[in-house]
């Protein structure tokens, strides 16, 4: 039988062996990486026509004024609830949407023109989706 000193020296040389035969962790941070992408964003679909680029206070050139884009699915959204008066349930089925969704587009989309009407600033409409 070994003493305890030397029971611990043989102990410690076959832990520090092992590591040579251990794998190395850069495969799971790799296929971890991956894991952790993001979904591909959902199309949404969006059948309104912008009248005009922008809405902004008359007497002053948009160049002077602070903009606020208001993207095209936010502007459907509004369109669909507010103006057509459809459920945020039926406006999701309508976009290709969530009914969640719809509801956080609309909260951004209301909340930029409360600001725009308030501050005196002009909303640009941008032909993509937020």
Do not use: N
């Amino acid at each position: 039988m070994l003493s305890k000193p030397l029971l611990f020296c043989r102990y410690l040389s076959i832990y520090m062996s092992a590591s040579d035969h251990r794998p190395s962790p850069d495969p799971f941070f790799c296929t971890d990486t991956r894991a952790m992408s993001p979904r591909p964003k959902k199309m949404r679909r969006c059948e309104g026509t912008f009248c005009g680029r922008a809405f902004k206070p008359t007497g002053t050139p948009l160049q002077e004024l602070t903009q606020i884009s208001l993207h095209r699915d936010e502007l459907e959204a509004l369109r669909l609830c507010d103006f057509e008066g459809m459920t945020q349930e039926e406006a999701g089925l309508r976009m290709g949407v969530s009914r969640g969704t719809v509801q956080r587009i609309i909260t951004g989309a209301r909340k930029k023109m409360a600001q725009a009407l308030t501050e005196g600033q002009a909303l640009v409409f941008v032909d993509s989706e937020s």
